[in-house]
C-alpha cells in the first residue's frame, strides 16, 4: 500500500468505475481513416497530435540538420544564403509551433482526463477541429518552400519590415498559415480549461490537482491571452503587404518598433507556454522515482502563477538594443531578473524532494534529472542575458542561440521524452524498452551538450546567430556543434524505435506501472481502454 | 562605486579566465571604459552563476548518490518547511538586488550620450554602411571586401575573412563620439564586440549611442540583426587613430571628395567605365543579380539578355536610382555617386552579351539625380 | 483582510505552507483573493516603474 502523501493522496477508486470502461453500448467506430478523422476520444486524438508533433520534430530536425551542415567550415558549401535563411526560420517556425507545442497538447488530450477522473474532454468535437487544423497549417506553411520566391526568409521572429516590404511572396500563405495555428491552439485552450474546471472527479479541488494539470491550467490562460495578440500582429502584416497600409512601414508613418513591442508581448508569454507543462511532467516524474511527495506543492502552484503573471511583464527585454528609453531599460531589467525568483523555487523544490528520497532511475526519470541540471544552466544564462548592460554584447549572437536551446531542448523536449517513458506503459499496456530509452538518453545527453554548450563559446567570441558564414576564429566551435547536431538527430531515431517496439509488444505494465505514482491515471488498467472513468471515480483526499 | 565589482573581475582574472580572453573563448574587454565594466558585469554574473550551479547541483548529486534505492534507501516524508522555502526566496533576492546596482550604474553611463566631440551618421543599408561625419562634409560607404572567391572556396582564405571592409570608419581615440544609427530599408544592427556597441539602426529611427576608444587599433564586428540574404556578409571595421593622424586623416577625405566631384563633369572613355563598372558591380550588384548577370529568378531577374534593359537606358538608370518598390532592388541614388552609377551601368549594357555598345557618362546621370 | 493580503504575497514569492493554503481554500471566497492578486499586481508594477525612474534619475 502506497504511504499516504500529500498533494497526491491515495486513492480508492471504485473498480467498477474502470470494468464499466468498455461494458457500455458505444456503436462501433468507424473503420480506417474515418476513425481517426472523426474521432472525438481524447486518448485517440491525444495520440494524433503526439504522432503529429513528432513527424513535425524530424522535419524541423532535417531543417536544423541542413542548417549545420552548412556551418560545418567557414565558406558557402552546401547551399546559398537564400536558402539558409529559410531553414533557420522554418526550423524554428516548425519547431515551435508544430512540434513542442502540439506535443503538449497532445499529453494534455491524453492525461488530463485521466489525471482529474473525467470521461474526456468538455468539447470532444472542437477537440477534434483543433487537431485536425494543425495539418491544414503546416502543410500550407510547408508548401511555401515550393513556391516561387520561396519560403518565410526572415527568422521565426519575422521582424518588419524584413518581412513586409521585403518579404519573399509566399509571405501571405506564412500569415494565413500561423492564423490557423493560432485558432487551434485557441480552442485547444478552451477546451482544457472548460475540462479542469468542470469535470474534475466529486471531491478533488482545485488544489488537489496534479501538477501537470495545474500548469497546463496556467498555460491556457496563457494562450487564450496571447494567442490573439499574435493573430493581430500578423494581420496587421498581412494588410501592409496587401492592401497598402503602414502600420510597420516607416516611410509611410509607420512604427516598425511597435512590430517589436507586440511580437514580443506574445513571444514571451510563449516561452513559458512550452516550459510551464514540461514543470508539471518532471513535478510528476520526481517524487514518483524518489518515493517521496513533491515537496513544496503549494508553492510550485502559486511559483507557476507568478511566472505567469511575471511573463507579460518582460517582454522588452528582448529589445534591449533598439534604443529604448533609459527608465524602460531599468524597468524591464528588474522584472527580468525577478523571474529567476520563482524558477529558483522550482528548481529547489525538485531538488529537496530527492533529498532523503529513495531514488531509482527509469528512463523518464534520467530525462527528468537531466531536465533540471541542463533547463537550470539555460536559467543562468538566461538570468545573464537579463543584464541589460552585459546584453548589449550578447544580443543577437550564439550566447543567445545557445541559451533558449538549453531551455527548449534538454528543457521543454526532455521533459517531453520523460512524459512519453513515463506513460507508455499506461498507453499501450507495455514498458519501454529500459535498454534501448537508456541508450537514447546518454546518446541524448551527450549530443545535446555538444550541440549548445560551445555556442555559447561562439556568441561570446562574437558570432551573430543567423549567418550562412563565420569569420575563421568561430570554425572549432561551428565544427563541435555540427558534429553533436548530427549525433543528437540521429539518436533521436533510437527513440522512434523504442516508441514503435513498444506499441508492438514489450513487457506487460500493471495498472500501476511505476512503484511510487500516486496519481489518478495509474487506477485505470493498462493499456487504458477507449472509454474510462464513465462513472466518477471517487476522489478520497489524504488529510493534512 | 564600481570598484568592488571590477575587483570581482580581476580575481576571475587571476582563476585563470584571462587564458580564455586569449583563445578567444570568451567575451572581450575592450578598448572602452564601457566594455571594460561590460566585462566586469558579465565575470561578476558568471561566477555567481558557478557558484549557485555548484552548490544547486552538488546538493542534487549528493541525494541521487546518497539516497540510491539500490541501496535500500528507505523514503522519508516531509513535504514543505515554510522557513526553508523563505530562505531560499529572500537570498536569491538579495544577489539579485546585488546585481542590479552595478549594472543600472553602467547602463545609465552607456545612455549618457551628452557633451560629445564629434558625431558620426551611421546608416545600414542591405548589405553595407554608409558613414557621415557631421558637419565634416565627408561621407562614404563602407563594403565587404573579402572576394567572392574566398567565400565560395576558390581562393584560400585570408586572415580577416569577412570582417574586413573596402573603407574602415576612421575615428579618433580620446574623444567621446556619438554614434547616430539609422537604416535605409530594413532593421540593422551595428555591432563592434571591442567597443561594446551594439545599436539596431532602424528605418525612421534615428538611435543614439557613443564611444570613446582609449587605444588605436583595428577592431572588427558585423551586423547582428538578421537583413536579408547577405546579412552574414555586412561587417564593420573601425580604425581608431591617434587623434592627429585623424585629422590628417579628415583633411585627406575632404580633398579627394573635391577630386571625386571632377569626374563627373568629364568625359569618360568606354572601356575605363566598363572597369570601374565591373567593380562596382562585383562587389554591390553580383549578390543578388550573380556575376554572370543570371540573377535568380523572380526575386532578383536576370540583366543579360533583359529585352527591357537592353531596349530603355533611362529605365536602367532609374531602377539603379531609385529602386523598385516593393521588390528586392534598393535605391543607389545615395549609396553610389554619379560616376559610379554611369560606370555600373555601362559596364551591365555591355557584359554578357548585352552589347549594346551604350556609353552612360556620369554628366547624364548626375543630371537625372537632379530631376 | 490581512490573512487575503499575506496569501497573495506568499502566492507571488511562489512561499506557501500547506496548512495556510487549507485555510485559504476553505473560505471558500475565490474573489477576494483574485481582486486582491490584481490589486498587488498593479502596486508590484508600479513599485517597479518607480525604483526605475528614481534609478534613471
Known amino acids: ?544 | 562605486m564600481h570598484s568592488w565589482w571590477r575587483w570581482l573581475s580581476v580575481i576571475s582574472l587571476a582563476m585563470g579566465i584571462s587564458q580564455a580572453q586569449a583563445n578567444g573563448w570568451n567575451m572581450p574587454i575592450g578598448v572602452t571604459d564601457t566594455s571594460g565594466d561590460i566585462y566586469g558585469l558579465h565575470m561578476t554574473i558568471f561566477w555567481i552563476c558557478v557558484v549557485i550551479g555548484v552548490l544547486v547541483f552538488g546538493a542534487m548529486f549528493y541525494s541521487l548518490f546518497r539516497y540510491r534505492y539500490s541501496k535500500g534507501a528507505k523514503a522519508s516524508h516531509f513535504h514543505e518547511h515554510t522557513g526553508v522555502e523563505v530562505l531560499w526566496t529572500v537570498i536569491p533576492l538579495l544577489i539579485l538586488v546585488g546585481m542590479a546596482v552595478p549594472a543600472t550604474a553602467t547602463l545609465k553611463d552607456m545612455y549618457d550620450s551628452s557633451d560629445a566631440e564629434l558625431d558620426v551618421m551611421v546608416t545600414g543599408q542591405q548589405w553595407r554602411w554608409r558613414y557621415e561625419y557631421l558637419g565634416e562634409d565627408v561621407a562614404f560607404t563602407s563594403n565587404m571586401s573579402t572576394p567572392r572567391a574566398q567565400i565560395s572556396g576558390e581562393e584560400t582564405r585570408g586572415e580577416h575573412y569577412l570582417l574586413e571592409v573596402d573603407e574602415p570608419l576612421v575615428l579618433p581615440i580620446n574623444r567621446k563620439i556619438r554614434l547616430l544609427m539609422t537604416s535605409d530599408d530594413v532593421i540593422h544592427s551595428w555591432w563592434v564586440p571591442d567597443l561594446a556597441v551594439k545599436q539596431d539602426s532602424i528605418p525612421g529611427f534615428i538611435n543614439e549611442n557613443w564611444v570613446k576608444i582609449n587605444e588605436p587599433g583595428i577592431y572588427r564586428g558585423q551586423c547582428a540583426e538578421l537583413c536579408g540574404i547577405d546579412h552574414g556578409f555586412m561587417p564593420v571595421v573601425v580604425h581608431a587613430m591617434e587623434e592627429a593622424a585623424f585629422e590628417d586623416w579628415l583633411i585627406g577625405r575632404k580633398e579627394a571628395a573635391a577630386e571625386k566631384a571632377m569626374g563627373v563633369d568629364r568625359e569618360w572613355a568606354m572601356a575605363e567605365l566598363a572597369e570601374r563598372g565591373e567593380s562596382v558591380y562585383q562587389s554591390i550588384c553580383s549578390s543578388c543579380h550573380q556575376v554572370d548577370g543570371q540573377g535568380s529568378p523572380p526575386a532578383f531577374p536576370a540583366l543579360a539578355n533583359n529585352e527591357q534593359l537592353i531596349s530603355d537606358v533611362d529605365w536602367h538608370i532609374d531602377k539603379v536610382l531609385n529602386g523598385v518598390s516593393g521588390a528586392a532592388m534598393p535605391a543607389f541614388r545615395s549609396t553610389l555617386n554619379p560616376v559610379e552609377i554611369a560606370a555600373v551601368v555601362t559596364y551591365t549594357r555591355n557584359a554578357w552579351g548585352n552589347d549594346t555598345g551604350d556609353v552612360v557618362q556620369p554628366s547624364t546621370v548626375a543630371e537625372q539625380i537632379s530631376e | 483582510m490581512w490573512s487575503v493580503v499575506k496569501s497573495v504575497l506568499a502566492a507571488l514569492l511562489g512561499v506557501q505552507s500547506n496548512q495556510q493554503r487549507q485555510e485559504d481554500f476553505s473560505s471558500g471566497k475565490p474573489t477576494a483573493y483574485i481582486v486582491t492578486g490584481i490589486v498587488i499586481t498593479l502596486l508590484f508594477i508600479l513599485v517597479l516603474i518607480f525604483l526605475a525612474r528614481f534609478a534613471a534619475r
Not at chain 1, 133 to 155: D, K, R
Not at chain 1, 219 to 236: D, H
Not at chain 1, 369 to 396: C, E, K, N, R, W
Request: glycine share 8%; with cysteine.
Open chain 1, 1 to 544: 500500500m502506497a504511504p499516504k502523501l500529500p498533494p497526491q493522496p491515495p486513492l480508492q477508486h471504485s473498480t467498477t468505475a474502470v470494468a464499466d470502461g468498455q461494458a457500455h453500448g458505444h456503436a462501433a467506430p468507424p473503420k480506417g481513416i474515418w476513425r481517426w478523422l472523426l474521432t472525438t476520444n481524447h486518448k485517440e486524438i491525444g495520440t494524433l497530435y503526439l504522432i503529429f508533433s513528432l513527424t513535425m520534430f524530424f522535419i524541423g530536425g532535417i531543417f536544423a540538420l541542413v542548417v549545420r551542415a552548412e556551418l560545418f567550415q567557414p565558406g558557402l558549401q552546401l547551399i546559398e544564403p537564400e536558402f539558409f535563411n529559410q531553414m533557420t526560420t522554418m526550423h524554428g517556425l516548425i519547431m515551435v509551433f508544430a512540434a513542442v507545442m502540439p506535443a503538449f497538447t497532445g499529453l494534455a488530450n491524453w492525461m488530463i482526463p485521466l489525471q482529474i477522473g473525467a470521461p474526456d474532454m468538455a468539447l470532444p468535437r472542437l477537440n477534434n477541429f483543433s487537431f485536425w487544423l494543425l495539418p491544414v497549417a503546416f502543410t500550407l506553411l510547408l508548401s511555401t518552400l515550393f513556391m516561387p520566391g520561396g519560403g518565410p526568409n526572415f527568422g521565426w521572429t519575422f521582424y518588419a519590415p524584413l518581412s513586409t516590404n521585403y518579404g519573399p511572396p509566399s509571405t501571405t500563405f506564412f500569415i494565413l498559415a500561423l492564423h490557423i495555428a493560432g485558432i487551434s491552439s485557441i480552442l485547444g485552450a478552451i477546451n482544457i480549461i472548460a475540462t479542469i474546471l468542470n469535470m474534475r472527479a466529486p471531491g478533488m479541488r482545485l488544489m488537489d490537482m496534479p501538477l501537470f494539470v495545474w500548469t497546463w491550467l496556467v498555460t491556457a490562460f496563457l494562450l487564450i491571452a496571447v494567442m490573439p495578440v499574435l493573430a493581430g500582429v500578423i494581420t496587421m502584416m498581412l494588410m501592409d503587404i496587401n492592401f497598402g497600409t503602414s502600420f510597420f512601414n516607416a516611410a509611410g508613418g509607420g512604427d516598425p518598433v511597435l512590430f517589436q513591442h507586440l511580437f514580443w508581448f506574445f513571444g514571451h508569454p510563449e516561452v513559458y507556454i512550452m516550459i510551464l507543462p514540461a514543470f508539471g511532467i518532471v513535478s510528476a516524474i520526481i517524487p514518483t522515482f524518489a518515493r517521496k511527495p513533491l515537496f513544496g506543492y503549494a508553492s510550485m502552484v502559486y511559483a507557476t502563477a507568478a511566472i505567469a503573471l511575471l511573463s507579460f511583464l518582460v517582454w522588452a527585454h528582448h529589445m534591449f538594443v533598439v534604443g529604448l528609453p533609459l527608465v524602460a531599460e531599468l524597468f524591464f531589467m528588474y522584472s527580468t531578473m525577478l523571474i529567476a525568483v520563482p524558477t529558483g523555487v522550482k528548481v529547489f523544490n525538485w531538488i529537496t524532494t530527492l533529498f532523503r528520497g529513495s531514488i531509482s532511475f527509469e528512463s523518464p526519470m534520467l530525462f527528468a534529472l537531466a531536465f533540471v541540471v541542463l533547463f537550470t544552466i539555460g536559467g543562468f544564462s538566461g538570468l545573464m542575458l537579463a543584464i541589460a548592460p552585459a546584453d548589449f554584447q550578447y544580443h543577437d549572437t550564439y550566447f543567445v542561440v545557445a541559451h533558449f536551446h538549453y531551455v527548449l531542448v534538454p528543457g521543454a523536449i526532455f521533459a517531453i521524452m520523460a512524459g512519453v517513458y513515463y506513460w507508455l506503459p499506461k498507453w499501450t499496456g507495455h514498458y519501454p524498452n529500459e535498454r534501448l530509452a537508456q541508450w537514447h538518453f546518454w546518446f541524448s545527453v551527450i549530443g545535446v551538450n555538444l550541440t549548445f554548450f560551445p555556442m555559447h563559446f561562439a556568441g561570446l567570441a562574437g558570432m551573430p546567430r543567423r549567418i550562412p558564414d563565420y569569420a575563421l576564429q568561430f570554425a572549432d566551435f561551428n565544427l563541435l556543434s555540427s558534429i553533436g547536431a548530427f549525433f543528437f538527430g540521429a539518436s533521436q531515431l533510437l527513440f522512434v524505435l523504442g516508441v514503435i517496439l513498444c506499441v508492438r509488444g514489450g513487457k506487460k505494465a500493471p495498472a500501476k506501472a511505476w512503484e511510487g505514482a500516486v496519481d489518478l491515471e495509474w487506477s485505470v488498467p493498462s493499456p487504458a481502454p477507449l472509454h474510462t472513468f464513465e462513472t466518477p471515480p471517487v476522489f478520497h483526499r489524504a488529510s493534512t
